[in-house]
């Protein structure tokens, strides 16, 4: 074994503050553990975003990758990306009541872009 380098085993001296814990209470403060570790991912998950994963998302509600492009330019060229682009396109079709598909489709024809602005950026 030449070459590698002989880690010193130090588990005991590494776990005597866990030694008095229940299993309840180590349960509890792994889950505790693992919430600190998370919650920064989960905060940069809500306020970073990319035009590559909106297109994702818009392809997953029904938009082809010609169409999501021009939706996502448009958030972007609004500064909308923040928001989300499916969630942009989802709130245009509930306050036009339409369908979210004609929604989008009329988005990349130019209109609702006031509204959807209004709506993220005016706080309606």
Do not use: C
Not at 9 to 29: M, V
Not at 73 to 102: C, F, P, Q, W
């Amino acid at each position: 074994m030449k070459g590698y380098l002989k880690r010193e085993d130090d588990f005991l001296t590494r776990r005597k503050h866990l030694e008095s814990l229940s299993d309840d209470e180590l349960k509890a403060r792994f889950w505790e553990l693992a919430e600190k570790i998370v919650d920064p991912l989960l905060d940069l998950a809500k306020t970073h975003t990319s035009p590559s994963v909106e297109r994702s998302v818009l392809l997953r509600m029904g938009f082809s990758s010609l169409e999501a492009k021009p939706l996502v330019e448009g958030a972007i060229d609004r500064g909308l990306m923040g928001k989300g682009v499916g969630h942009i396109v989802y709130r245009i079709s509930k306050e036009k009541n339409i369908t979210v598909r004609d929604a989008g489709l009329q988005m990349i024809e130019g209109k609702h872009w006031d509204d959807a602005v209004q709506i993220f950026k005016g706080g309606k």
